[in-house]
């Protein structure tokens, strides 16, 4: 299975700081890469798919980039309420996984 | 809007068993894939399961395989999840997710239902 590695494990923010999250894949999964949002009790939510297009609803200070096997989220000029943990998951093939989060909090 | 609401979580002792349910509205739900996914207190999320919209392919993760059992009804808009041979190690809150345009491109989940497997 394709092994999904995320850094940093943590990163501590300021609002109105831009923000860069890694993702990085074990094999090429070509652009089949999703970026998830989610906030402590809540479901995740789907932020970005084909690594680079946003899901509906999300702002556009949110933005994907790559493809093969390194990734990044990045976020233009941090709110508060961006303040989560973000995953990411390939979907290439069977078996989906995820990466292990990045965890952002404020500085 | 699209909803997604499971139930049927609980305590359970080791080597039990559980049917959770996962109730779909919002959408044409005979027309999507869906999946489970589990995610165990402070950790991150793991696939568990995949149903296609007419059940004719289904994949289980190999920690699951031969435990667990997907099935659906898309005359009830719902989906199940049939958990036996319980163990501590999967304990953890069971999400449901519509699979978009790939299966694997979870684009709405639901909020979850706690599974807590303990003596």
């Known amino acids: 299975e394709i092994v999904m590695t995320q850094s940093p494990a943590t990163l501590s923010v300021s609002p109105g700081e831009r923000v860069t999250l890694s993702c990085r894949a074990s094999?090429?999964?070509?652009?089949?890469l999703l970026w998830y949002q989610q906030k402590p009790g809540q479901a995740p939510r789907l932020l970005m798919y084909?690594?680079?297009i946003r899901a509906t609803g999300i702002p556009a200070r949110f933005s994907g980039s790559g493809s093969g096997t390194e990734f990044t989220l990045t976020i233009s000029s941090l709110q508060s309420e961006d303040l989560a943990l973000y995953y990411c998951q390939h979907y290439t093939h069977w078996p989906i996984t995820f990466g292990r989060g990045t965890r952002l909090e404020i500085k | 809007d699209v909803q997604l609401v499971e139930s049927g979580g609980g305590l359970v002792q080791p080597g039990g068993s559980l049917r959770l349910s996962c109730a779909a509205s919002?959408?044409?739900?005979?027309?999507?894939?869906l999946n489970w996914v589990r995610q165990a207190p402070g950790k991150g999320l793991e696939w568990v399961s995949y149903?296609?919209?007419?059940?004719?392919?289904?994949l289980y993760a190999d920690s699951v395989k031969g435990r667990f059992t997907v099935s659906r009804d898309n005359a009830e808009n719902s989906l199940y999840l049939q958990m036996n041979s319980l163990r501590a190690e999967d304990t953890a809150v069971y999400y449901c997710?519509?699979?978009?345009?790939?299966?694997?491109?979870?684009?709405?989940w639901g909020q979850g239902t706690l599974v807590t497997v303990s003596s």
């Open positions: 094999q090429s999964v070509r652009s089949h």
């Open positions: 997710a519509r699979g978009g345009r790939p299966g694997g491109l979870l684009d709405y």
């Open positions: 084909g690594a680079d």
């Open positions: 149903i296609s919209d007419s059940s004719t392919t289904i």
């Open positions: 919002g959408f044409t739900f005979s027309s999507y894939e």
